[in-house]
């Protein structure tokens, strides 16, 4: 299967998708932290496979990477990742403390993966809502490591002919500076196609 292609359109619906969703992350994360968090969706690609790590920084680049499977009618992988600096920021704002990046506790561990589980769970719930169909997610795997060697993890589990990838690039604002990371949803073929049908039915409704 060649990779899709999608309009101009059917971006900009998926840009309104993510909006949506997070919006519906920031106000979860803000209950968290119990403080006003603004989390915004700069940027939106759909590349091949083979582009994704390129598109997200260096391979070698160190990342706490948040991973969970999607399972159900709409199946493949959702993939959340910080770069180190932004990951010490994010853990002592979450847990209240200073974290060392080659020390990560228990609790630390914990808060990052609230963290993408939060953002998973926002972002599959709307493109549930789109698709009108059961979209299932395993409890997130958190993993400390090179970008490249997670995400070629991430497409050996997968054991799928995943082609495309959609990466978001994510920013929270305040945490007391901006961090910025991506979101990275690899879906099944059968569904990135469900995903653009009902995209079309979306932009054009019956009657």
Do not use: W
Request: charged fraction near 20%.
């Amino acid at each position: 299967m060649k990779n899709m292609e999608f309009s101009e359109i059917q971006l900009d619906a998926i840009r309104e998708i993510c909006s949506i969703a997070s919006g519906t992350a920031a106000g979860a994360l803000s209950q968290v932290l119990n403080k006003k968090i603004t989390m915004k969706v700069p940027e939106i690609k759909i590349v091949p496979i083979e582009e994704a790590v390129d598109t997200m920084g260096s391979s070698d680049s160190i990342v706490a990477g948040v991973y969970s499977r999607l399972m159900g009618d709409f199946s493949g992988g959702l993939l959340l990742t910080f770069p180190r600096e932004d990951v010490i920021m994010l853990v002592g704002k979450l847990t209240g403390g200073e974290t060392k990046i080659h020390s990560l506790s228990e609790l630390d561990v914990s808060a990052i993966s609230e963290v993408g589980n939060i953002i998973a769970a926002s972002f599959v719930t709307a493109i549930a809502k789109i698709i009108d169909k059961t979209i299932l997610i395993s409890v997130p795997k958190l993993a400390f490591d090179m970008l490249g060697a997670i995400v070629d993890f991430i497409l050996i589990e997968l054991a799928e002919n995943a082609e495309q990838a959609l990466i978001m690039k994510i920013e929270f604002e305040d945490i007391p500076r901006t961090i910025a990371g991506h979101f990275f949803i690899i879906p099944n073929p059968g569904s990135l196609e469900m995903l653009l049908d009902s995209i079309k039915l979306f932009q054009h409704p019956a009657g």
